[in-house]
């Protein structure tokens, strides 16, 4: 991508990860976060937003809105910015498949679990109730199945015997913080695509683990 790629992110809570990819955008001279979008007015990522002068607007459901009703308003405020992608980062309404169709190959988002493993909520309970050693994040490409776009790269943490989900959560978003900036800057240079569904990088074929160097 030549001209510097127009990153808008769509959040429901801290921001945390959008903080993430704030910083990194500030170290990458190719992509620009240009707009930020709640569904909630007192989402603390519309503050860190405001802080670094980004634009911001915030698209609240109504009552007894539909799911489409809300996305055509929602599309509206996404499309003001004229994004090249658009990143989820703790956008907690699931999408119709006509707005994800709008943005097919420009939408990631980044979830807390080793997809395809524990899609849905409450995915760090799940992983200590399954007794499981290893947990993570994965940054994927949004298809109309929830949580379930080809992954591009993940990150892995042991699970510790007797930690509560609070203590592997916060694990687990510092690994966030560290993946979702790389990925959103891979993208922004162009070496990232989806194409039939699966997702490539620099043209190779990344595996459902995501990527992975040799
Ligand atoms: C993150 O842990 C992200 O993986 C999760 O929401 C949190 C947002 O934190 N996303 C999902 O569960 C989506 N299915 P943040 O607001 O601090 O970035």
Redesign the pocket.
Known sequence: MSQSCRVVVL?S??????QAIIDGCDDNLNANVVGVISNKPDAY?LIRAHHSEIDTSCVIAYKNETRSEYDARLLAAVEKYQPDLVVL??F?RILTDDFVSRFLGKMI????SLLPKYTGLHTHQRAIDAGDNEHG?SVHFVIPEL?SGPVILQAKVPVYAGEDAAELAER??EQ?HAIYPLVVKWFSLGRLTMSDGKAYLDGELIGPSGYAPD
């Open positions: 959040i809570g801290s921001g945390s990860n959008l990522g980062a703790g907690m988002n980044i979830h807390p994040a949580d687990v978003h966030e």
